[in-house]
């Protein structure tokens, strides 16, 4: 018998709203499904990827999550991982760090053998180079083998990577797939194998409506019931805690209705979202959200959704120009290297003068990352990760990769020798693994 936790998507690093307090929560997630895994003596932890949330993480970033793992590595627990789209760097990973440290070992087509299981690894590939692979496994003599991957794999929404090929292609018969990428937890069955998501650990867009948790993985086919080889149970985390408020406003009310309907709810330490539609008078944004922070709440956003009248036209309230403008960039979709752009034109803190140079740059780094065009591509995937089809979810799921073009690039805004750097691979876009290897 083998009993794993299977978790991933924990994207440790990210700063969501632009807050400490968020930053620390995403690491505090990966602690409490550390804690438990130290708890519950399972035999090993499963990452299926996207551990950070882009591919500079920050010091402190890393310095958390070594202690985290150390914590896992002294209570004799392996953390065994795959490397994701949004953390993944040419010239090496993060993950091969950890393993130099002992605290970690890296997935691939070689089996790690834990009690029963034999694991394998396949991390993110984008989509044009998937042609490529030839799913060759090495063989193993262990019981059960499954193949921790991370990708947005059938049956499940936005699905991009066909599983059954991937089953078919195999040299080895796994009894399970473990996944990571899409934040949506959910399980199915594809040629007599199971397939599983765990889903993100913390929230990482507000379309992530359903509670945080992980996987616990056992693969014995005793405890499973003779017919299946494999039990899969989910189990919750307990995350920052999340209100969404919907209030449809009829003729004659506004905000102070509004504020009732938000004062129904516990907004404690909370992230709250707020979505206004029906008729009613104007309602201004800015008031709610300070107002809701006002009632203890961490974060709070407004949506109106009836400043988009019949023709589209959008009724632009200038009390707040920025949440206007940003309201109506969610509403574009706008891919990563578009915000980019956007950002380094809008928001940061460059010079006018260095405004060329920088928009230059980011595009630069963009086509020169491994892969060339696979930023555009994730940042495609992660949009369509998002539960949810409509304009707000789009825009909400893509968010971690908007943060990431500026909280990952302090130096544009700081220094701008280095904006003005004609050559992209002697930046910090391109991490070098070796300096620390
Ligand atoms: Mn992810």
Request: proline share 4%; glycine share 8%; charged share 35%.
């Amino acid at each position: 018998m083998t009993r794993v936790i299977h978790t991933g998507d924990t994207h440790i690093g990210y700063s969501q709203y632009h807050s400490p307090v968020r930053r620390q929560d995403f690491l505090d997630a990966f602690e409490a499904v550390v804690d438990d895994a130290v708890d519950d003596g399972v035999d090993a932890v499963v990452h299926a990827g996207d551990l950070f949330n882009d591919r500079r993480p920050e010091l402190r970033d890393l310095m958390g999550t070594i202690s985290v793992l150390r914590r896992l590595d002294d209570a004799g627990v392996p953390f065994l991982a795959v490397v994701g789209n949004h953390e993944s760097t040419r010239g090496g990973q993060w993950l091969d760090l950890f393993e130099r440290l002992g605290l970690a070992t890296r997935l691939g087509d070689e089996p790690v053998v834990v009690g029963d299981t034999a694991f394998y690894g396949l991390d993110h590939v984008p989509v044009s180079r998937r042609d490529e692979l030839d799913y060759a496994f090495a063989d193993h003599d262990a019981e059960y083998a499954a193949l921790v991957a991370h990708g947005l794999f059938e049956p499940f929404g936005y699905a991009d990577w066909d599983t059954e090929t991937v089953l078919t292609e195999s040299d080895v018969e796994f009894d399970a797939m473990l996944l990571g990428d899409n934040h949506t937890p959910d399980t199915a069955r594809v040629a007599d194998t199971w397939v599983t998501y765990p889903g993100s650990t913390e929230r990482a867009s507000a379309s992530e409506r359903e509670g945080r948790g992980y996987n616990l993985v056992v693969f014995d086919a005793d405890a499973a019931g003779g017919e299946d080889r494999v039990e899969i149970r989910r189990r919750a985390l307990d995350t920052r805690p999340f209100v969404f408020v919907s209030v449809e406003l009829r003729e004659g009310e506004g905000e102070s209705r509004v504020r009732e309907r938000v004062r129904e709810f516990d907004l404690a330490e909370a992230v709250v979202h707020v979505e206004i539609t029906g008729e009613g008078d104007p309602v201004t944004p800015a008031a709610v959200e300070e107002f809701a922070n006002d009632e203890g709440a961490l974060f709070a956003r407004v949506t109106d959704r009836r400043q988009v009248d019949a023709d589209g036209e959008v009724d632009v309230s200038f009390a707040d120009p920025e949440d206007a403008v940003r309201d109506r960039l969610d509403e574009l979709s706008l891919s990563t290297a578009a915000r980019d752009v956007e950002r380094a034109v809008r928001e940061d803190a460059v010079p006018d003068a260095n405004v060329r140079e920088t928009v230059k740059r980011r595009v630069e780094e963009r086509l020169d990352e491994d892969g060339g065009l696979d930023a555009f591509e994730a940042v495609e995937t992660d949009a369509r990760a998002g539960e949810g089809g409509d304009g707000e979810a789009q825009a909400d799921a893509g968010e971690p990769d908007g943060d990431e073009s500026t909280t990952d690039e302090p130096d544009a805004e700081s220094d701008p020798a280095e904006t003005a750097d004609p050559d992209p691979a002697s930046n910090d876009g391109q991490v070098s693994m070796e300096d620390y290897l």
